[in-house]
């Protein structure tokens, strides 16, 4: 079994920035890549960005040069760092992982970007 708790979601203004947060109940180190998703209001979950456990990364073309996905292994944390946020960033954000064959969900962060 794997928790993911994410965290740091919030209003901000166009050109912002935040950091999300996914808190992880088993060392990282354990897990396949970790990943982002989100999910704007009547659409589709999307994936956002990805971090591979070589240190390997994948980002949508639309965050590419903005958000950054990293993660501390002795906190068990993954980290989104995400910057100059356009209204089009606004969505639920989720942390997800793939183990033992089963997909894990958090319950979601909510961003919000007014312009």
């Known amino acids: 079994q794997v928790q993911l708790v994410e965290s740091g979601g919030g209003l901000v203004q166009a050109g912002g920035s935040l950091r999300l947060s996914c808190a992880v109940s088993?060392?990282?180190?354990?897990?396949?890549?970790m990943s982002w998703y989100r999910q704007a209001s009547g659409k589709q979950r999307d994936l956002v960005a990805t971090?591979?456990?070589?240190?390997?990364?994948y980002y949508r073309d639309s965050v590419k040069g903005r958000f950054t996905i990293s993660r501390d292994n002795a906190e068990n944390t993954v980290y989104l760092q995400m910057n100059n946020l356009k209204p089009e960033d606004t969505a639920l954000y989720y942390c997800?992982?793939?183990?033992?064959?089963?997909?894990?969900w958090g319950q979601g962060t909510q961003v919000t970007v007014s312009s």
């Open positions: 971090l591979g456990n070589a240190g390997e990364t």
């Open positions: 997800n992982t793939f183990w033992q064959s089963r997909n894990y």
């Open positions: 088993r060392s990282i180190l354990d897990l396949n890549a």
